[in-house]
């Protein structure tokens, strides 16, 4: 007679085994013998041919008495070629050893989202890996380089430097803006220049708003100063919702700091030093 002992598929097509089997009828129990499954073996790792794309680009100071730069933020970059990993560090200080979150080995992808800071010297960016850690990291010690530009089909760099609810894109400070009255040290960290795809420097200054919620824990709006506006020489919008912040919570303000007397024109004289 015919049994049938199952099916499997093999390069899209089933193939469907019937095994002959001769016997008399009995009273006994019959047990079909087993089909031997065959073996599974992992498909091997194709490799992946990756030579990116290195470009020059001119150092400068960003932060006077430091190192020397070829960054900005938006950036795509590559951990330099033969010179080890570099730390991912928590914060922008390389004196201690504990703040070190991950080691980037040579030749890992990173987006450049903050920065720069200076600490003993160095210059230091606050990094995105293309591993997901995000934190800072050391580009120069003013003899060499451990970061390399290098040139990317995703066009971040536009994005970050133009659009306002590139929310990574910036520092978020944690603060209310009832009033004005901000200190010295909030103000610089708010204020960011960029350059537009014009090749034109503009400022994008940001903030962290209070959302207003409804009594019963919805949320309504942000407070008066994050309405959406735009006019010849400035433009604002909050951020885009992210999971952690679900209400976009932060206002972007970009504006031309050749415009006479910008700030006051909108109202944020006291906001800037």
């Known amino acids: 007679m015919l049994v049938f002992l199952g099916n499997w598929v093999t390069e899209g097509a089933v193939v469907e085994i019937f095994e002959e089997i001769t016997s008399e009828f009995s009273t006994s129990k019959y047990e079909a013998p087993r089909v031997k499954e065959p073996a ?8 992946v041919n990756y030579e990116p794309l290195v470009f020059e680009r001119q150092a400068y100071y960003p932060i006077k008495n430091c190192a020397h730069s070829r960054l ?12 080890g990993s570099n730390g991912i560090r928590t914060e922008p200080d390389t004196h201690p050893s504990d703040n070190i979150i991950y080691r980037a080995p040579s030749g890992e992808g990173l987006w450049i989202i903050g920065g720069p800071e200076c600490n003993w010297g160095w210059i230091l960016w606050k990094v995105k890996t293309d591993s997901g850690y995000v934190g800072w ?3 120069s010690s003013g003899d060499e380089f451990w970061l390399t530009p290098i040139e990317s089909e995703s066009d971040m760099l536009t994005e970050i430097r133009n659009n306002p609810r590139a929310y990574e894109a910036y520092e978020q400070v944690s603060s209310t803006i009832h009033d004005s009255h901000l200190s010295e040290s909030q103000k610089r960290d708010k204020i960011r220049v960029y350059q537009n795809t014009y090749g034109e420097e503009i400022v994008a200054w940001v903030i962290r708003l209070v959302p207003v919620y409804q009594g019963d824990g919805k949320f309504t709006s942000f ?22 912040d679900p209400v976009g919570s ?5 504006f031309d700091p050749s415009v006479d007397n910008i700030t006051e024109q909108l109202g944020l004289d006291s906001w800037f030093p």
Do not use: C, H, K
Request: proline share 8%.
């Open 40 to 47: 599974y073996e992992e498909p091997a790792a194709v490799p």
């Open 250 to 254: 932060s206002l972007s303000i970009f």
């Open 72 to 83: 900005y933020v938006g950036d795509r970059v590559i951990v330099s070629l033969g010179g």
């Open 223 to 244: 407070n008066s100063w994050a309405q959406d506006f735009s006019n010849d020489y400035s433009s604002s919008s909050s951020s885009a919702p992210i999971d952690s």
């Open 137 to 139: 990291t050391p580009e």
